[in-house]
């Protein structure tokens, strides 16, 4: 739907953990209006309900993407759908009705539970400031075709993280390598192959007057595994959650024992 200049600059004030979300919510009122583009009047009026029934917009969780299913060259497709069946598993916990148990007064946005996607290691889906952030990594590996020796996997490497030694190809230096995938898509003749492809996962990430970058589990985790690790914090959430803090303050506060069987990177 098309907007108008002022309509489209007041979007632009709009926090971005909610732009989408307005913006949706914008048109569809501007549609209701048998409008046929945005205008400011929309937009003020849209302002206005959210200001005053913010608790109606909340839905418990926010789970979000980046942009790569649309045709991004960066995006690295695991092949397990793991959208729709993390979308499912936070509605089962019902968190607008168990927030709104623990907080004193009506719901705010700030109040949801955030998880974000990012399908490559450029995390455009901001994942490092939300309850949960994911990342889709593959991570290279060496397969029984010769090297030819041309350098295209060492061109493509932004962190350096490939070197060429004369009659044993590639070498990898695995503390600078992101598991982005560029350098198997690179090289010509096969040597370079996708290797474990997965997730890596941060947790309590946020922004607001103490923000912090949420903290990584190590190692990279299939889509199963991803989600019994979900399913185990939103459980550690749930049962230690004070007045509707979010996720980086619990953690701040309980620590990682909870999850034991997952080794932790040092902050």
């Not at 759908?81 to 927030?99: P, Q, V, W």
């Not at 990279?220 to 509707?244: D, M, V, Y």
Request: positive net charge; aromatic residues 6%.
């Amino acid at each position: 739907m098309q907007w108008d200049k002022d309509a489209e600059q007041a979007m632009t004030k709009v926090p971005f953990f909610v732009r989408k979300r307005v913006k949706k919510r914008v048109e569809t009122a501007a549609q209701q209006a048998g409008a046929t583009q945005v205008t400011m009047g929309h937009v003020t009026l849209c302002q206005q309900r959210y200001l005053h029934n913010q608790e109606d917009e909340v839905k418990g969780f926010t789970l979000e993407a980046c942009f790569a299913q649309s045709g991004c060259p960066n995006r690295i497709d695991t092949g397990d759908n793991l959208t729709e069946r993390l979308e499912a598993l936070l509605r089962a916990h019902n968190l607008k009705g168990f927030m709104k148990s623990r907080v004193s007064g009506p719901l705010k946005m700030h109040h949801e539970f955030r998880v974000t996607m990012a399908d490559c290691p450029n995390a455009c889906s901001r994942p490092q400031i939300v309850d949960i952030g994911l990342i889709n990594v593959s991570l290279p590996t060496l397969t029984e075709f010769p090297c030819s020796g041309c350098g295209a996997c060492h061109a493509v490497c932004r962190e350096e993280a490939i070197t060429l030694e004369p009659g044993s190809g590639p070498q990898f230096g695995w503390q600078r390598c992101l598991s982005c995938g560029q350098c198997a898509r690179a090289c010509p003749t096969g040597t370079i192959g996708q290797g474990i492809t997965g997730y890596r996962i941060l947790l309590g990430g946020k922004l607001g007057r103490h923000p912090q970058l949420g903290q990584e589990l190590s190692g990279i985790f299939s889509a199963a595994t991803t989600l019994a690790i979900i399913e185990t914090c939103l459980i550690h959430f749930k049962a230690e959650n004070r007045q509707g803090e979010r996720f980086g303050e619990l953690l701040t506060r309980t620590g990682f024992a909870f999850l034991a069987p997952y080794a932790l990177k040092a902050a």
